[in-house]
């Protein structure tokens, strides 16, 4: 569980969103960014912690600003580039400028084979790998093969922003004090207490063959991790904690939790390869409150 001082039993949200907000600073596909406007009127009033364990490139923490942070994901690399940011700005920042000064497609390919190699052994390097080949590989997209290699070709942009020194200063400084963690979703059990906030946004249920993406790791996610997730959900509202849970609207998702509080938001697909294909498409939010 997160130790937090008596004084900080309850955190008005408007009180912890200040004017300077940090973007995503990763491209991720399911990423929130472009929901807050619709998930904010949904946000608890009060809570002590938050908790986010399907990070990604963490829209809604970003948003929310909150003093109290646990957030975890299966991405190792990602998470690693999250406590990079932290922890060795300046590391990172040294080699994302060597990056965008040598960006071309051989180099992009060179960079990926390091990156799956896994010889390099500073945290920093690392994650400015990782931000590179982000920012300039197809769609920004993340994904594995099924022997854990990032396997997503270079895409066609002309001027990639590989270094955004004022963003990632901004990020630096929201992360200061926040615990992360690599790992699966159900970890968040042994974190959290009573008034936390826990917010999950798992890989989506597929609503078609083509439209939905789920490869974030080589695992995948299945209609049994979605059955542990409701699981859990219920486990986090009885143990007094407000969850809030995104996902396609579908049947299956509503059946699973049918017993809670079901909104209707409106989200566009961008993770279809065809922009033609990405047109907006209903999604729900669950609510233990
Ligand atoms: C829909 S994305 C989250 C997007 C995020 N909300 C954003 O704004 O960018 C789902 C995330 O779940 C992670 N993930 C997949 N399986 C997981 C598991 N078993 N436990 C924890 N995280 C997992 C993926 O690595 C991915 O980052």
Redesign the pocket.
Known sequence: MVAIPRISASFPVEKLVEENKAA?FVK??????RLMSQYEQFFPRNFRAYH?????????FFHLQPRFAVL????HR?IESYQAIRDDLEGVLECLAYHRSHHSKDYFYKCRERMNQGDLLIKSDRAALMIYLNKTCFNGL?RENLKGDFNVPIGRYKAPRIFDRENLELVSAHLQGVELHV???EKVLDRVSPGDFVYF????VPISATSSFTN??K?G?TSQ?QHQLADLFTKLAERGCFVMLSNSDCGFVRELYSKWRCEVVSASRCINSRATKRGPINELVIMSY
């Open positions: 995503p991720w596909a399911g990423g929130k960014r986010e364990p399907f990070l990604g490139g963490g829209a809604f975890s994901d299966i991405n990602l993340y790992g699966s979703f946004d798992p890989p989506y974030y790791s695992g996610f991790h």
